[in-house]
Every structure is written in structure tokens, then in C-alpha cells.
């Protein structure tokens, strides 16, 4: 196995769960960048809509997480989840299995709103000015686009599929990767 494995995805896509699984399962650590990033809102007292809003006027507060992330993956044998921990990786040509999970909006904002006992409109409304706001960052600071998927070892559409068989298909992937080398 490679020395690390990153997870990312879209809110409520089932990078946490997904994470916590293969902790379980591969003995390795975990580590939430999203995280560090609530942290951080929480201690400026915004919403996490609010503190990206912050974030797209402040670059620093991006940089310093993902350096951060960069340092974590470089000293290996750990679970990074994190939107853009398979893109640090890549750029930084630090040896990861790169996992992307997808899933249907309405599935998110679904999974979303029952975790957090809101409801289904202010959600959507939150994943909404949240994920543009992410996109814009992304774009502009590091010239990524999140819809391209071509940096991940193994994309695995969560939309229906229960954590059992998420966890599955990645470990298969990652069973015929070790067969390749």
C-alpha cells in the first residue's frame, strides 16, 4: 500500500464515514482537515458559509491549512480526508491512493440535513454558497477545478450504495493497484 490514502467529496458524499472505515479496517491514522477548517470558523463565530466568504478576501487562511495537509501526507501512513487532500498529494508528487467519492445533490443535502437536524432548504442553501464559494477559492488561488476527476486513483459514486460497499469498492481498487506494481 502506498504510504498514504486521501478521501475527498462534496459535502454529505460520505468522505467521514468512509474515512473512519478504513481506519478501522487498515490501522492507520485519520486525520479531518475539515476540521481544522470549523475550528478556525467557530473561533471568529461564522457559519461555515460565512468563514468561506471570509476566506475567499483572506488566501493566507487556505494556504496555512494546506501547507499544513502537505506536511501530514509527506510524513505518511495516514488517512487525510480533506476536499482538496488528493490534489495537495498530486502536486506535491507525495505518494497517495487518491479517493474521490460522488453523489447526487439531493442526496447530500438529504444525509446533510439529517445529521444536523435542519431542514432540506437550508441546506441546500448552505451546500450551495459553500461549494461555489470552494470552487472560486480554488480556482483562483491553485487553478483546480473540482470536477476534474483525473488526479483520483478510484472515483466511487456513493448515491446509493450503503458504507459497507463504498468501503468495499475502494479496498478492491486499491487490492488490483498493489497487483500493478
Known amino acids: 500500500m502506498r504510504d498514504s490514502i486521501t478521501i475527498g467529496g462534496l459535502p454529505g458524499s460520505g ?17 479531518y482537515a475539515g476540521h481544522l477548517f470549523r475550528e478556525l470558523a467557530r473561533e471568529r463565530g461564522m457559519t461555515l458559509a460565512e468563514f468561506g466568504a471570509y476566506c475567499e478576501e483572506h488566501p493566507e487562511v487556505d494556504r496555512a491549512l494546506d501547507k499544513k495537509q502537505e506536511m501530514l501526507l509527506a510524513a505518511g501512513h495516514l488517512i487525510l480526508e ?18 474521490w467519492l460522488s453523489c447526487m445533490e439531493k442526496e447530500r443535502v438529504r ?4 445529521r444536523e437536524g435542519e ?8 451546500i450551495e454558497a459553500r461549494e461555489a464559494s470552494e470552487k472560486k477559492r480554488y480556482r483562483r488561488y491553485y487553478d483546480i477545478d473540482l470536477d476534474d476527476l483525473s488526479i483520483y486513483d478510484v472515483v466511487v459514486d456513493t448515491t446509493s450504495l450503503p458504507p459497507t460497499e463504498v468501503e468495499a469498492a475502494i479496498l478492491e481498487a486499491m487490492d488490483g493497484r498493489q497487483k500493478l506494481k
Do not use: D, M
Not at 92 to 97: E, G, R, T, V
Not at 111 to 114: G, H
Open 82 to 99: 480533506g476536499r482538496l487532500a488528493g490534489w495537495i498529494a498530486h502536486r506535491n508528487s507525495i505518494p497517495a491512493f487518491k479517493i
Open 15 to 31: 468522505t467521514t464515514t468512509t474515512a473512519r472505515r478504513l481506519q478501522e479496517t487498515l490501522h492507520l491514522p485519520y486525520v
Open 111 to 114: 444525509r446533510v440535513a439529517e
Open 119 to 126: 431542514s432540506l432548504e437550508t441546506v441546500r442553501r448552505e
